[in-house]
C-alpha cells in the first residue's frame, strides 16, 4: 500500500500566513511607491501643460508687440509726425525685454530687421512648446509602463493573498 503524503496543519497555516505578510508588504512598499512613481509623472505632465500655456501666451504677446509696433510705424508715417520720445521709450523698452540685441531705435529702415528678431523670438518660444509637448509623450508612456506594473503588483499581490487564505482556512478543512 502506497502512504500518502501529508502536510501537518500548522505548516500550511504557517505558509499562508507568510503569504498573508508578504502580499500586505508587497503593498505597502511595491505598489504604494510605483503608485508615487505614477502620480509624480502626471504631476510633472500638469506642469509642462502650464509651461507650454505660458509659453503659448508669450508667443501671442510678441506677436500683439509686433501689431503694435507696425500700427504706431505707419499712423507716424499717416501723421507726418515723429513719435512722442516717451511713447517711443516705451516701446522700446517693452522690445528690449524680448530682443537679446535691444532696439536702439525704432525706425523704417530698422522694421525689416526687428521683424525678424521678433520671428526668433517666436520660434525660440515655438520649439520649447515642441520640446515640452514631446516630453509629456514620453511622460504619457512612462505612466502607461508604470500603472501596468502597477497592475501586474496588484494581481499577484492579490493571488498571494487568496492563496494565504486558503491556505490558513485549510486548517478548519483538515478538522472536518
Do not use: C
Amino acid at each position: 500500500m502506497k502512504k500518502a503524503l501529508t502536510i501537518p496543519t500548522w505548516t500550511l497555516v504557517g505558509i499562508g500566513l507568510v503569504l498573508n505578510v508578504v502580499s500586505a508588504l508587497m503593498t505597502n512598499f511595491y505598489i504604494d511607491d510605483a503608485t508615487r512613481q505614477a502620480n509624480s509623472l502626471i504631476q510633472q505632465q500638469a506642469n509642462n501643460d502650464k509651461l507650454i500655456t505660458l509659453i503659448w501666451q508669450q508667443v501671442e504677446t510678441v506677436e500683439r508687440k509686433r501689431e503694435h509696433v507696425l500700427g504706431l510705424m505707419a499712423n507716424r508715417d499717416l501723421m507726418n509726425k515723429p513719435l512722442a520720445p516717451e511713447i517711443m521709450e516705451q516701446v522700446i523698452s517693452d522690445l528690449n525685454y524680448w530682443i537679446k540685441n535691444g532696439v536702439p531705435i525704432l525706425s523704417l529702415d530698422g522694421i525689416p530687421s526687428l521683424m525678424v528678431e521678433l520671428n526668433q523670438v517666436q520660434v525660440e518660444q515655438r520649439d520649447k512648446i515642441n520640446h515640452l509637448y514631446v516630453e509629456n509623450l514620453n511622460l504619457i508612456d512612462l505612466y502607461s509602463d508604470e500603472m501596468k506594473y502597477i497592475s501586474r503588483l496588484r494581481n499577484l499581490a492579490l493571488f498571494l493573498q487568496v492563496i494565504g487564505l486558503g491556505l490558513v482556512l485549510s486548517r478548519d478543512l483538515s478538522r472536518r
